[in-house]
């Protein structure tokens, strides 16, 4: 079964920094896309992010490009998030989504809650 | 692509039949629409991909259909365990977006 296990999540302030962090397991890490989806408290989904297997190609979202940076380790089976110049907007709940994002093949982790505030 | 869904909420009693839409603002293809059902304190979860696709477990009363801009979640029969909200997403074209989501709750 796929297991992915977010961590690093927590209280920082307006402007801090924050990196969180997924853990895979149960599929073949380093030839899977993964993705970071956040879920501020009451809204819809909404994509962050994406790297390829390889970790050759990225992509973001508008809201968090020049902020934020995803990477991957992949002998770790490992994804992360860093997470710079914090606004109190990016306040979320923030999913690891391994596979394509939509594909049938794709998986959700359960999250790991982010709030900014002073 | 925005993804608009309709309506916001949906009351409906078990047994009866839900009909949920996703309207997009340009055409996706099939291949790349996906609904989700979440509940509350849980990640969302997959349940058709491709528009009409059934994920792994997911019972045959859900039904997806539709193409080009307008797609539809028809729940058949609804159950307990089937009050919730549902989205849609499309892949089709970056960025990947989501619908604001519609919430089916107990009439």
């Known amino acids: 079964d796929v297991q992915l296990m977010e961590s690093g999540g927590g209280l920082v302030k307006p402007g801090g920094s924050l990196r969180l962090s997924c853990t895979a397991s149960?599929?073949?890490?380093?030839?899977?896309?993964m993705n970071w989806v956040r879920q501020a408290p009451g809204k819809g989904p909404e994509w962050v992010s994406s790297i390829n297997g390889r970790g050759d190609y990225v992509d973001y979202a508008e809201s968090v490009k020049g902020r934020f940076t995803i990477s991957r380790d992949n002998a770790q089976g490992s994804l992360y998030l860093h997470m710079n110049s914090l606004r109190a907007e990016d306040t979320a709940h923030y999913y690891c989504?391994?596979?394509?994002?939509?594909?049938?093949?794709?998986?959700w982790g359960q999250g790991t809650l982010v709030t900014v505030s002073s | 692509i925005v993804l608009t869904q309709s309506p916001g909420t949906l009351s409906l009693s078990p047994g009866e039949r839900a009909t949920l839409s996703c309207r997009a603002s340009q055409s996706v293809s099939g291949d790349y629409l996906t609904w989700y059902q979440q509940k509350p304190g849980q990640a969302p979860r997959l349940l058709i991909y491709g528009a009409s696709r059934r994920a792994a477990g997911i019972p045959d009363r859900f039904r997806g259909s539709g193409s080009g801009t307008d797609f539809t979640l028809t729940i058949s029969r609804l159950e307990p365990e089937d009050f919730a909200v549902y989205y849609c997403?499309?892949?089709?074209?970056?960025?990947?977006?989501f619908g604001q989501g519609t919430k089916v709750e107990v009439k």
């Open positions: 149960g599929f073949t890490f380093s030839t899977s896309n």
């Open positions: 989504v391994s596979g394509l994002l939509g594909s049938g093949g794709s998986s």
């Open positions: 997403q499309q892949f089709g074209m970056s960025p990947w977006t």
